[in-house]
């Protein structure tokens, strides 16, 4: 059972700033690729940023140098730092991770997510 379990997410006025983070737990073996999605109301899920176990990050363009994703290996933990936030930011933000897990299998495992909602 691997579980990925989101926090940090709630309501920041534009000009503040939050970190999201996301932890794996469970029964795994290694963890590859982590990365954040967020879906807004009535949008699709849209990938905002990825960072490899090595630690190569790659962002969506409109994000880049206001989002900054981040890892600790050794606590299986992935950050996603939001400064400057815009209105347009709200939305579920989504952790997800290839995972190998006890199975040896590796499989994209998603958390609940976690509500960000920017606003004055």
């Known amino acids: 059972q691997v579980q990925l379990v989101e926090s940090g997410g709630g309501l920041v006025q534009p000009g503040g700033s939050l970190r999201l983070s996301c932890v794996a737990s469970?029964?795994?073996?290694?963890?590859?690729?982590m990365a954040w999605y967020r879906q807004a109301p009535g949008k699709q899920r849209d990938l905002v940023a990825r960072i490899t176990r090595g630690g190569v990050t790659n962002y969506k363009d409109s994000v880049k140098g206001r989002f900054t994703i981040s890892r600790d290996n050794a606590k299986n933990t992935v950050y996603l730092q939001m400064d400057t936030p815009e209105p347009g930011y709200t939305a579920v933000y989504y952790c997800?991770?290839?995972?190998?897990?006890?199975?040896?299998?590796?499989?994209?495992?998603w958390g609940q997510g976690t509500q960000v909602t920017v606003s004055s």
């Open positions: 469970g029964s795994f073996v290694s963890i590859y690729n």
């Open positions: 997800n991770a290839d995972i190998r897990n006890s199975e040896y299998r590796i499989i994209g495992y």
